[in-house]
C-alpha cells in the first residue's frame, strides 16, 4: 500500500534509546502497536546512522510480527540519510519527520519521490506561514506543540528569547480551523489530555516517555488508544443533526 495513502496519525508514538528506561526499543513497538497506536516514529540524537538503521529494521520487523504493517506508519526523525540506507536494504520504513531547522521538504521529497510520507513540526505562526507561502502538497501533516514544555525535547517550542511557548487548547483548536492538512499535537501529553485534545478537532495526538517509560507500556497505550477512540465517537454522536 501506499504508505501516504495508509497514514493514520491517530495515535502516534515517538522513541529512541534514550527513552526506553534500558528495555528494548522493539518489544515496547510491538506492544504498542498491538494496543493499537498507528504511527512510529525512530528519534534519537545521540545514536549513530548505523545504530539508527538497525533501530528501524527492527521497528519494521516488531510491526510486521504484530501484523500492522499495512496499517501502521513507520518514520525516521530527521535522518534522510537513515530513511535512504534503511530503503536500500529493504527496510519497510514509510517516510520521515522533520523540524524546521533539519533538512528542506523539498530536498525529502526530492530522495523520496511521491509515495512516502513527509511530517513536518510547525509552531502556530510557522504554521500559519507554510499554510499562507509554501508548497503544502510535499507534506503530509504538521506536529503541534508542545502542550507542556517536555524534557524529552528541551527545544520543543523554543522562542527567539529563550523561552519556552506551550499551547493552549485554545491554540491548539484554532490551529485545526486553520489548517486543512493533519494536525498532530504532543509534548508532555497525559492519558488526562486526551479527550479534551480529540474535541480539538487534531488528527491525533503524540507521545513519548508517558508511553515508553511506563512499567506496562501496552498498558497505558491501549488506554490512551482507547481514550481517544472514545471521545472521538462521543463528538460523531453529537454532530449528528
Not at 530536498?107 to 509552531?123: M, Q
Amino acid at each position: 500500500m501506499n504508505p501516504r495513502k495508509k497514514l493514520d496519525i491517530s495515535a502516534y508514538f515517538v522513541v529512541g534509546p534514550e527513552n526506553t528506561k534500558g528495555r528494548d526499543i522493539a518489544k515496547i513497538i510491538f506492544d504498542v502497536v498491538e494496543a493499537g497506536f498507528t504511527c512510529i516514529q525512530i528519534r534519537s540524537k545521540t545514536a549513530s546512522a548505523v545504530e539508527l538503521i538497525k533501530m528501524t529494521a527492527e521497528a519494521a520487523d516488531a510491526i510486521a510480527q504484530a501484523g500492522k504493517t499495512s496499517q501502521v506508519t513507520l518514520l525516521v526523525d530527521d535522518r534522510l540519510d537513515v530513511v535512504l540506507a534503511a530503503l536500500e536494504q529493504g527496510v519497510k520504513v514509510d517516510g520521515i519527520h522533520v523540524g524546521q531547522s533539519d533538512i528542506p521538504v523539498s530536498v525529502c521529497r526530492k530522495f523520496l519521490g511521491n509515495d512516502l510520507v513527509i511530517g513536518l513540526t510547525a509552531g502556530t505562526d510557522e504554521l500559519a506561514r507554510y499554510l499562507e507561502t509554501s508548497d503544502v502538497s510535499q507534506i503530509d501533516y504538521f506536529g503541534i506543540g508542545p502542550l507542556r514544555q517536555t524534557f524529552t525535547k528541551p527545544d520543543c517550542g523554543l522562542a527567539p528569547d529563550g523561552k519556552i511557548i506551550t499551547k493552549s487548547l485554545d491554540d491548539i483548536k484554532k490551529s485545526a480551523q486553520t489548517s486543512f492538512l493533519p494536525l498532530v499535537v504532543g509534548g508532555g501529553v497525559k492519558l488526562d489530555d486526551i479527550p479534551a485534545l480529540a474535541r480539538t478537532g487534531v488528527s491525533g495526538f503524540f507521545v513519548v516517555t508517558a508511553v515508553s517509560e511506563a512499567d506496562n507500556p501496552k498498558a497505558v497505550a491501549m488506554q490512551m488508544v482507547d481514550a481517544w477512540n472514545a471521545s472521538k465517537a462521543h463528538k460523531s454522536i453529537h454532530l449528528r443533526p
